[in-house]
C-alpha cells in the first residue's frame, strides 16, 4: 500500500530559527514529489518538486532535499518568520498506473507554529 | 487574477439534505479534483475529470455526485447518502498532459451537520 508519512507531527520554533521536516514514502514506482504549504483554512500552495533525478530544491527560504534510494525527503526552512506558521504537506506521485487521473498519495502534514 | 473559486466557504447541512459546493477556475485547466480533508487525515480524493462530460470516481466516491457540464465548473453534491459529511472540502486543478505541472487548489468549503 502506497504510504506518505510526516514527522514531526506538530512543531514550534521561535521566529529566526530554521527547522527541517520529515517525510518518508512507500510509493513504487515513483514519478516526482512534492511539497505544499497550506494556510489554516486556506487552500494548499506548491513549493516544490522533485523528480527521481533531482536531489536539492530552493524556493527563497524553503529547501527540500530527495533521497529516492531511501524513499526520504526533507524541506529545510532557514530564518523563520511568523508568516510560516502553516501546515507542510508532504505529496508524492506514483508512475505507471493505468487509469489516468490521480496517482497522488498525501501525508498528513506538519503543524508548525512560529512565535516571538 | 486566475484561480480557482469554491463556495460558500461555510455551509450547514441538516439530516436527509443534500448540498451542493461550487467549484468554478479560469485557469482554462482540463482536470479539476475533488477532495475531502480530515484532521489527522491526508487528502482524500473523492472525485475527479479528466475533461468535460467525463468524470471518474475516487477513493471515497460514496455518498457524493458530481457533474462537469462545463470546463470552468465542476460542482459536488453531498447527499443524504453521506453519512458522515463534516469535514473541508477542497476542489482543485490543473492542466493535463505534464505529471509535474502541481494541482492549483481552492480555498475550501467547510461543511458541518446541524
Known amino acids: 500500500k502506497n504510504q506518505v508519512e510526516q514527522s514531526p507531527q506538530s512543531l514550534i520554533i521561535l521566529e529566526g530559527k530554521n527547522c527541517t521536516l520529515q517525510?518518508?514514502?512507500?510509493?513504487?514506482?515513483?514519478?516526482?514529489l512534492r511539497w505544499y504549504k497550506q494556510d489554516t483554512g486556506r487552500g494548499p500552495v506548491s513549493l516544490t518538486i522533485?523528480?527521481?533525478?533531482?536531489n536539492t530544491k530552493s524556493n527563497g527560504r524553503y529547501t527540500a532535499t530527495l533521497d529516492a534510494d531511501t524513499k526520504q525527503s526533507s524541506l529545510h526552512i532557514t530564518a523563520s518568520q511568523l508568516s510560516d506558521s502553516a501546515s507542510y504537506i508532504c505529496?508524492?506521485?506514483?508512475?505507471?498506473?493505468?487509469?489516468?487521473?490521480?496517482?497522488?498519495?498525501f501525508g498528513t502534514g506538519t503543524q508548525l507554529k512560529v512565535e516571538l | 487574477d486566475g484561480g480557482i473559486t469554491q463556495s460558500p466557504k461555510y455551509l450547514f447541512r441538516k439530516e436527509g439534505q443534500n448540498v451542493t459546493l461550487s467549484c468554478e477556475q479560469n485557469?482554462?485547466?482540463?482536470?479539476m479534483y475533488w477532495y475531502r480533508q480530515d484532521p489527522g487525515q491526508g487528502l482524500r480524493l473523492i472525485y475527479y475529470?479528466?475533461?468535460?462530460?467525463?468524470?471518474q470516481k475516487g477513493d471515497i466516491a460514496e455518498g457524493y455526485s458530481v457533474s462537469r457540464e462545463k470546463k470552468e465548473s465542476f460542482p459536488l453534491t453531498v447527499t443524504s447518502a453521506q453519512k458522515n459529511p463534516t469535514a473541508f472540502y477542497l476542489c482543485?486543478?490543473?492542466?493535463?498532459?505534464?505529471?509535474?505541472?502541481?494541482?492549483?487548489f481552492g480555498d475550501g468549503t467547510r461543511l458541518s451537520i446541524l
Open positions: 475529470s479528466q475533461i468535460v462530460n467525463d468524470f
Open positions: 517525510c518518508n514514502y512507500t510509493v513504487s514506482p515513483f514519478s516526482n
Open positions: 485557469l482554462n485547466h482540463d482536470a
Open positions: 505529496v508524492v506521485r506514483g508512475a505507471g498506473l493505468t487509469g489516468g487521473g490521480n496517482k497522488l498519495t
Open positions: 522533485m523528480t527521481f533525478s533531482e
Open positions: 482543485a486543478s490543473k492542466p493535463t498532459g505534464n505529471s509535474n505541472q502541481p494541482q492549483h
